[in-house]
């Protein structure tokens, strides 16, 4: 798909949408019209071309190109998603509200009770990208989970700057969260505090970008985007396996390289694999610095968190202030630990459930309790599990082969040091999101303005 000139006025789909004089809904909300807009703007905004001259940019160009269109076509998503500036306010709320209560020594007393070994190494680092993931639900955004690994940001960059829009009315909402121009300065910025944080002055001379097998993760076309984002800001990055890793004089090594910093890809949070041995030692004896770490996942992403995180008498007990604990209270679904206790209970009340891991990542092994056998649902209670309130994902119509097709939408707010650096969309059909659907994958938010809005809605 290819750039073209914006119209002066909104498309044909827009047509049932009453008029104002820029072309949108004079008589909706920005929540109201943005759920409008999902369901008939049916215009294409990535430009693909524009897409593959931004990959090109990059020295391994050609490589990043074959590996995103030919390897990965369901990573970026053709469409947009809208999303009314109230709701991106109250996102951004409970983001500041969670972040409230883990700074309260309660709160970290009770998350280091089920926390592996690992997480209790204390650093000065923060964690780079955390991931708050939400549903539009009825009562507005609901926090589903926070991830520490949460991939994407750097993609999300890339795919901003290649979007266009359907008409000078859309033109204003792009794209969402901060500029995109500056996101990769912001990204690098993030980094350096992160090293500052833990060294200080000292230079930062070498980042490893580490996972397991790298160059056969879904998302290895970022790893290659961040080595050459480092590079290119004068700090060497290489990318490897944790075995690569060797712990010895003191420091982190790969072959004759030192390594400073460790950017952690790792799904193994508490770096208990054998394969994280040299990692963890360094770790622990504070020989590198690591990011995120173990102990941002013990307080942010183990699921069972947000069993506390949404129980009024817990937040209570915390010492959690009232503003604070309606809010997330509003936008947390409650959380039950599972257990054969209350196993018929549970089944009785599947339906209105949704089943994670504690330790769970990418939607793995995370189950709709409507969809559950009753030989999973015994799986699950021989694991550690949580189970959520059920919060149905809103939805974006799109266009397919000349066909209408809903799909649903999860928004994730990247958050360094409780500030969002970026909201985008994942797109997909199923249970939980993935980027085998066609028409799906990652999708910039365009964000409809209140200015319109009664001034008791706006954010």
């Given at each position: 798909?290819?750039?073209?000139?914006?119209?002066?006025?909104?498309?044909?789909?827009?047509?049932?949408?009453?008029?104002?004089?820029?072309?949108?809904?004079?008589?909706?909300?920005?929540?109201?019209?943005?759920?409008?807009?999902?369901?008939?703007c049916q215009c294409f905004s990535l430009d693909r071309t524009a897409l593959q001259g931004e990959l090109r940019k990059n020295e391994s160009g050609a490589d990043l190109q074959r590996m995103i269109v030919e390897s990965r076509p369901?990573?970026?998503?053709?469409?947009?998603?809208?999303?009314?500036?109230?709701?991106?306010?109250?996102?951004?709320?409970?983001?500041?509200?969670?972040?409230?209560?883990?700074?309260?020594?309660?709160?970290?007393?009770?998350?280091?009770?089920?926390?592996?070994?690992?997480?209790?190494?204390?650093?000065?680092?923060?964690?780079?990208?955390?991931?708050?993931?939400?549903?539009?639900?009825?009562?507005?955004?609901?926090?589903?989970?926070?991830?520490?690994?949460?991939?994407?940001?750097?993609?999300?960059?890339?795919?901003?700057?290649?979007?266009?829009?359907?008409?000078?009315?859309?033109?204003?909402?792009?794209?969402?969260?901060?500029?995109?121009?500056?996101?990769?300065?912001?990204?690098?910025?993030?980094?350096?505090?992160?090293?500052?944080?833990?060294?200080?002055?000292?230079?930062?001379?070498?980042?490893?970008?580490?996972?397991?097998?790298?160059?056969?993760?879904?998302?290895?076309?970022?790893?290659?985007?961040?080595?050459?984002?480092?590079?290119?800001?004068?700090?060497?990055?290489?990318?490897?396996?944790?075995?690569?890793?060797?712990?010895?004089?003191?420091?982190?090594?790969?072959?004759?390289?030192?390594?400073?910093?460790?950017?952690?890809?790792?799904?193994?949070?508490?770096?208990?694999?054998?394969?994280?041995?040299?990692?963890?030692?360094?770790?622990?004896?504070?020989?590198?610095?690591?990011?995120?770490?173990?102990?941002?996942?013990?307080?942010?992403?183990?699921?069972?968190?947000?069993?506390?995180?949404?129980?009024?008498?817990?937040?209570?007990?915390?010492?959690?202030?009232?503003?604070?604990?309606?809010?997330?209270?509003?936008?947390?679904?409650?959380?039950?630990?599972?257990?054969?206790?209350?196993?018929?209970?549970?089944?009785?009340?599947?339906?209105?459930?949704?089943?994670?891991?504690?330790?769970?990542?990418?939607?793995?092994?995370?189950?709709?309790?409507?969809?559950?056998?009753?030989?999973?649902?015994?799986?699950?209670?021989?694991?550690?599990?949580?189970?959520?309130?059920?919060?149905?994902?809103?939805?974006?119509?799109?266009?397919?082969?000349?066909?209408?097709?809903?799909?649903?939408?999860?928004?994730?707010?990247?958050?360094?040091?409780?500030?969002?650096?970026?909201?985008?969309?994942?797109?997909?059909?199923?249970?939980?999101?993935?980027?085998r659907t066609p028409g799906g994958g990652f999708a910039p938010v365009f964000t409809v303005p209140c200015d319109r809005c009664a001034v008791e809605d706006r954010p």
């Amino acid at each position: 798909m290819s750039s073209s000139p914006l119209r002066s006025e909104c498309p044909p789909e827009l047509q049932g949408i009453p008029r104002a004089p820029h072309g949108l809904g004079a008589d909706l909300n920005c929540t109201e019209l943005a759920a409008r807009l999902n369901q008939v703007c049916q215009c294409f905004s990535l430009d693909r071309t524009a897409l593959q001259g931004e990959l090109r940019k990059n020295e391994s160009g050609a490589d990043l190109q074959r590996m995103i269109v030919e390897s990965r076509p369901n990573l970026f998503s053709d469409s947009a998603v809208f999303v009314g500036e109230r709701e991106i306010a109250r996102m951004d709320a409970i983001v500041a509200a969670v972040e409230r209560v883990v700074a309260l020594p309660a709160y970290v007393e009770h998350a280091m009770r089920y926390a592996p070994e690992a997480a209790r190494h204390v650093p000065r680092a923060a964690g780079v990208f955390l991931g708050y993931d939400f549903h539009l639900g009825a009562q507005g955004p609901q926090l589903i989970e926070v991830n520490t690994n949460a991939g994407g940001g750097l993609l999300n960059a890339v795919l901003a700057r290649a979007q266009q829009a359907c008409c000078e009315s859309v033109a204003a909402m792009i794209p969402g969260g901060v500029g995109a121009g500056s996101l990769e300065r912001v990204f690098v910025d993030m980094f350096r505090e992160e090293w500052r944080l833990e060294r200080g002055e000292a230079p930062l001379t070498c980042i490893a970008i580490v996972d397991e097998t790298p160059q056969d993760q879904y998302l290895a076309p970022e790893f290659v985007l961040f080595q050459h984002l480092f590079e290119r800001h004068g700090i060497p990055a290489l990318i490897c396996d944790p075995e690569e890793l060797a712990w010895r004089d003191g420091a982190l090594w790969r072959g004759e390289r030192r390594i400073d910093l460790v950017y952690n890809r790792l799904t193994d949070f508490g770096l208990e694999a054998a394969n994280a041995a040299a990692l963890r030692r360094a770790w622990m004896a504070g020989g590198v610095v690591l990011t995120p770490h173990p102990r941002a996942h013990a307080l942010y992403a183990d699921k069972r968190n947000l069993i506390a995180l949404s129980d009024a008498a817990t937040l209570e007990f915390f010492g959690v202030d009232a503003e604070t604990r309606a809010v997330l209270l509003g936008g947390i679904p409650r959380a039950e630990a599972v257990g054969r206790e209350k196993a018929e209970e549970l089944w009785r009340r599947r339906r209105q459930l949704f089943f994670k891991p504690a330790a769970g990542y990418g939607s793995k092994a995370a189950y709709r309790g409507d969809k559950l056998t009753r030989r999973v649902f015994e799986e699950i209670l021989d694991g550690t599990y949580i189970a959520q309130a059920l919060v149905p994902p809103s939805e974006r119509r799109i266009e397919l082969d000349g066909e209408p097709v809903d799909l649903k939408v999860d928004l994730r707010n990247y958050v360094y040091r409780g500030r969002v650096q970026l909201v985008t969309a994942r797109l997909y059909q199923g249970q939980t999101t993935n980027f085998r659907t066609p028409g799906g994958g990652f999708a910039p938010v365009f964000t409809v303005p209140c200015d319109r809005c009664a001034v008791e809605d706006r954010p």
